[in-house]
C-alpha cells in the first residue's frame, strides 16, 4: 500500500501531510533485560508461534492460500505481472538512515526504499 500511495501522490491523486523531521535527531536505547522479562517474553513468543501454527493451518483448511493462487495465475493469464507483497515495519530500514545520518532522521523513511 505504501508504493501505491506514492505512486499516487507523485501522479497527483492523493495528497498527504507529516511533519517535517528537520533539526529533530532521534537514538535508539538498548536496554538489558532480566530473567524474569526474559522468561515472561520467551513464554509469549511459543505462545504466538502456537497461534501462528493455529492460523495458518485454518488459512489453509479454508483455502485462502488456494484462492491467492488463483488469482495470481489469472492474472498471468492475462499477461500480467503479479506481485504478492509481505509487510514490514521499516525498522531496520529506520536503523540504516539513523546510522548514516548520526542519529539524525530528516526525512520519511519508506521501508520499499
Known sequence: MEI?????KVSGMYMARQLSFSGVSFRIEEIGLDDDFKLVYNKAARLWAE?????????????LWR???????AEL????CVVIGLQSTGEARTREVL???DGHLDRFVSAAE
Open 51 to 63: 497461534a501462528l501454527v493455529v492460523f495458518l493451518r485454518a488459512a489453509d483448511e479454508l483455502g
Open 4 to 8: 501505491v500511495a506514492m505512486d499516487m
Open 77 to 80: 493469464r492475462g499477461g500480467k
Open 67 to 73: 484462492r491467492l493462487v488463483e488469482l495470481a495465475e
Open 99 to 101: 546510522d548514516e545520518n
